[in-house]
């Protein structure tokens, strides 16, 4: 099975609710490749309503554009280095410095969300990222990300 971009996180920094293997309660959200863009799969518990409960609520919904923005950077960068995910070589990692949001339309509640991610430019140590999250119906929210690579 392909591994997905967050299980090269070392242990210790992999205590991100949306995405880190090691907080028991988080939602451990997986990054992949999707050709030259990324993708993420998730669906949300019924907990995680909006003011009804059809709709996804717009904090996980940012969540999820927030962990696959910034697990998309450091893959963009890793390829742009023409490097591979733990090649032992020093560790590319990112946190977010910027995200905006757009909400389109309500995010469907009980169905499959797909998370995209689309390389915009790399500037030294700074990775926009364009995200959409698609529900069963079209997108449903864009993202635009600024994503700064961590000095090592
Ligand atoms: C080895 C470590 C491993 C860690 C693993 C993590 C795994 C990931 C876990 C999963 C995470 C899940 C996701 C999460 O939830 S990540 C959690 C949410 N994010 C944070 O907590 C980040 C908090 N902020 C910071 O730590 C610092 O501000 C950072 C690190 C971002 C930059 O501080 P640093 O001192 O390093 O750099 P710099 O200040 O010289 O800025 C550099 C450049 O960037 C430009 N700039 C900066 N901000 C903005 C802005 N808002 N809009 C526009 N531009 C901005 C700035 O002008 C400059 O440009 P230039 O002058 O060079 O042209």
């Not at 609710?17 to 490749?33: D, F, I, T």
């Not at 697990?71 to 960068?77: E, G, I, L, P, V």
Request: charged content about 20%; aromatic content about 10%.
């Amino acid at each position: 099975m392909t591994a997905a971009f967050q299980d090269f996180y070392p242990d210790e920094f992999s205590h991100c609710y949306g995405c880190g293997s090691q907080n028991p309660q988080g939602h451990h959200l997986k990054s992949y490749w999707d050709g030259e863009e990324t993708i993420a799969r998730f669906t949300p518990d019924a907990k995680y309503s909006g003011g009804v409960p059809e709709h996804v609520y717009g904090g996980m919904v940012a969540s999820l554009l927030d962990c696959h923005g910034t697990a998309s950077a450091a893959a963009f960068t890793y390829r742009a280095l023409n490097r591979e995910m733990g090649d032992g070589g020093d560790p590319v990692r990112f946190v977010t410095a910027s995200l905006k949001v757009d909400f389109l339309k309500p995010t469907p509640m009980g169905v499959e969300l797909v998370v995209r991610g689309k390389l915009r430019s790399i500037d030294g140590r700074k990775v926009w990222v364009d995200l959409s999250l698609t529900g069963n119906d079209g997108i449903c929210a864009k993202g635009e990300m600024l994503a700064i690579r961590l000095r090592t």
